[in-house]
């Protein structure tokens, strides 16, 4: 069960990184109705940063789909876990990476690498327990 949710995270990210589209010009926000300018021109909220403070373990995959424990030179994608998860999760997590991302182009990969990464947590925890995941967190309101 764990490799596969394991995966089903990877995926998602993965396709969340490739659908991605970069931000609007100043020229596209002029020609969007008005209602709409206003949330380009406004500043975002301010981010809330966690009010406990969680402990993350780091790895890094290669373009080769090994798993490092320091950052390689050259392209790589970073791994973080949650303290609370095992080391045997976190290795596998690193492999699944590795299986899937080995056969990219190189430029698909190091684009990859750019983005934030992957994140482990387990189910207790939720992807509420990244800080820029913070706003998804389950709040009172939601039971």
């Not at 089903?8 to 396709?15: F, G, H, K, R």
């Not at 876990?81 to 492999?95: D, E, F, G, R």
């Amino acid at each position: 069960m764990v490799p596969f949710a394991v995966f089903a995270l990877v995926v998602c990210i993965l396709c969340e990184v490739q659908s991605i589209s970069p931000p609007l010009s100043d020229d596209e926000i002029s020609h969007l109705p008005p209602d709409l300018q206003l949330q380009f021109l406004l500043p975002s909220p301010p981010v809330q940063l966690h009010q406990t403070r969680v402990g993350f373990k780091h790895r890094w995959v290669d373009h080769s789909g090994r798993c490092h424990t320091s950052k390689p030179r050259g392209c790589s994608v970073a791994v973080d876990a949650t303290t609370t998860v095992s080391n045997l999760a976190l290795s596998k997590a690193c492999t699944i990476i590795g299986r899937m991302t080995r056969h990219m182009s190189s430029s698909i990969f190091c684009g990859l690498g750019k983005s934030h990464g992957v994140g482990i947590f387990v189910k207790s925890e939720g992807p509420g327990i990244y800080p820029e995941n913070y706003n998804l967190k389950d709040t009172p309101q939601c039971h």
